[in-house]
Every structure is written in structure tokens, then in C-alpha cells.
């Protein structure tokens, strides 16, 4: 059974930063890409990043390039999401999900399974 437990959301001003967690079982983690995608309210879903945990490589948004870094601790099956120089534009929820597989690439448009969800949400 899949079980993703995202955490570390919240409120901040423009500019700060928030790190984002995701703790997935033993097998989600190896054998799926992990990462982020987001849904503002009223709005289309956004993939946001991903890792591809076995070969530790990674793929970003082009709204999110230069500000966030997804990041993996296989000890603890967790994925991380470090938001830096954050705008009001990133408020949304996140969820920690599961992405496809094109061979060797991570598919950052295509989720499969994802968790409850955290809210992030940027002032200005």
C-alpha cells in the first residue's frame, strides 16, 4: 500500500523559506520518482519537481528553477523540498506524490498516487 506523509507547510512572508517533507514506505520510495506537484484553489494542478531516487536525478518547473531543490535522505525514505526567495504566486497546496516513468526520466507532468496534502501559503 502506498502511504505518503507530507509535513512542514505553513505561512511566510514573500522572500522566506520553508522546507517541505515527505516520508514515503520502504517501497514507494525505491521504486517510484518522488516528488512535489501543486494546486492553487480554483486552479489546474502543477508538477513542481521530482527525484528519481535510485539514480538520484531530478527535474524542476521553470516557475520553481533557481529557488527550490528537491533532495532525498534514503536512510529515512523521506524527499525533501527546500523553498527559498518565496512569492506570493507559490501559495497552493503541495502534495508529496508518486510520478511516471519514461525509461530513465521522471515525468514531472504525470502523478500517480499522492498524500493529504500541505498548505503553503506566501504574503506579501
Known amino acids: 500500500q502506498v502511504q505518503l506523509v507530507e509535513s512542514g507547510g505553513g505561512s511566510v512572508q514573500a522572500g522566506g523559506s520553508l522546507r517541505l517533507s515527505c516520508a514515503a514506505d520502504?517501497?514507494?520510495?525505491?521504486?517510484?520518482?518522488l516528488g512535489w506537484f501543486r494546486q492553487a484553489q480554483g486552479k489546474e494542478r502543477e508538477g513542481v519537481a521530482v527525484?528519481?531516487?535510485?539514480?538520484?536525478?531530478?527535474s524542476y518547473a521553470d516557475s520553481v528553477k533557481g529557488r527550490f531543490t528537491i533532495s532525498q535522505d534514503n536512510a529515512q525514505n523521506t524527499v525533501y523540498l527546500q523553498m527559498n526567495s518565496l512569492k506570493p504566486e507559490d501559495t497552493a497546496m503541495y502534495y508529496c506524490?508518486?510520478?511516471?516513468?519514461?525509461?530513465?526520466?521522471?515525468?514531472?507532468?504525470?502523478?500517480?498516487?499522492w498524500g493529504q496534502g500541505t498548505q503553503v501559503t506566501v504574503s506579501s
Open positions: 506524490a508518486t510520478f511516471g516513468r519514461f525509461g530513465p526520466y521522471c515525468i514531472l507532468e504525470v502523478q500517480k498516487y
Open positions: 520502504r517501497d514507494t520510495y525505491s521504486s517510484n520518482c
Open positions: 527525484i528519481n531516487s535510485g539514480a538520484d536525478s531530478t
